[in-house]
C-alpha cells in the first residue's frame, strides 16, 4: 500500500515536471512571432535583443504593400549590426530579405530599416519581421527527416533542446550578475574611502587630530 502510494506521488510530479517543461519550451519556442513595424518615410526603424554568445539567428522580413502591383512596392534598406558595431548584414533596394548568422559577441544586436528609394505613396512603409533566435530558429523538420524520429521523440528533442538553452540563459545571467557584484562592491570600497579621506581631512581642518 506505501510503495503505490508513493508510485503516484513520484507519478505525479514526473507528470508535473514533463507540463513545466512543456510550458518552458513553449515559451523558447514561441520566440519566432512575427513583428509588424512601421518604419516611417523619412526616418529609421530599428529593433534589438539582447543574445548572449553562440545563438543562431534566422530572420525574414518583408515589405507589405497595399497594392497588387509589384513595381509600386516602396523598397527599403535592412543593416544588422552586433554589440561592437560590426556589419552582420546590410541589403539596399530591396522588398524582402533573409539574414542567419551565429552570435560571436554577447550584448544587444540590432536590425534597422529605412525606405530607400522607390516609394511610391510617399508614406510610412510597413514591414513585417520574422525574428528567430536560438532552438525557435533550428530547422526541426530536417532534425526530424536525418534522424527519423516523429511525434513525441521529436516533442521530447524540443523539450531537451529547450532545457539546453534555458540552462545557457541562467548561466550567461549568473555571469552578468557576478559582474555587476563585483562592480558594486568596487563602487562601495571607493565611496567608503572618499568618505574616511574627507571626514579625516575635515578633522585636519579643524585641528582635532
Request: with cysteine; net charge positive; aromatic share 8%.
Amino acid at each position: 500500500m506505501m510503495m503505490m502510494m508513493m508510485m503516484k506521488k513520484m507519478g505525479r510530479k514526473v507528470f508535473s515536471l514533463l507540463i513545466v517543461l512543456f510550458l518552458v519550451s513553449h515559451v523558447v519556442l514561441k520566440k519566432c512571432d512575427a513583428i509588424w513595424m512601421t518604419v516611417p518615410a523619412t526616418g529609421t526603424k530599428c529593433v534589438s535583443e539582447e543574445l548572449q554568445n553562440n545563438v543562431v539567428v534566422l530572420a525574414d522580413y518583408v515589405v507589405v504593400s497595399e497594392n497588387d502591383h509589384s513595381h509600386l512596392t516602396p523598397t527599403i534598406a535592412a543593416k544588422v549590426t552586433s554589440p561592437y558595431g560590426n556589419n552582420l548584414y546590410n541589403k539596399e533596394n530591396t522588398t524582402n530579405g533573409q539574414f542567419a548568422f551565429t552570435t560571436k559577441e554577447a550584448g544587444n544586436y540590432l536590425a534597422c530599416f529605412w525606405v530607400d528609394g522607390h516609394n511610391p505613396g510617399g508614406g510610412d512603409v510597413s514591414v513585417n519581421l520574422d525574428w528567430r533566435t536560438g532552438i525557435a530558429a533550428k530547422d526541426w523538420e530536417s532534425v526530424a527527416r536525418k534522424e527519423k524520429i516523429e511525434g513525441v521523440e521529436l516533442e521530447l528533442r524540443k523539450l531537451e533542446g529547450a532545457v539546453e538553452a534555458i540552462h545557457e540563459n541562467l548561466l550567461y545571467l549568473k555571469g552578468r550578475v557576478a559582474w555587476l557584484s563585483i562592480m558594486s562592491l568596487g563602487v562601495c570600497i571607493a565611496v567608503s574611502t572618499l568618505q574616511i579621506w574627507h571626514l579625516k581631512r575635515f578633522f585636519q581642518k579643524k585641528k582635532l587630530i
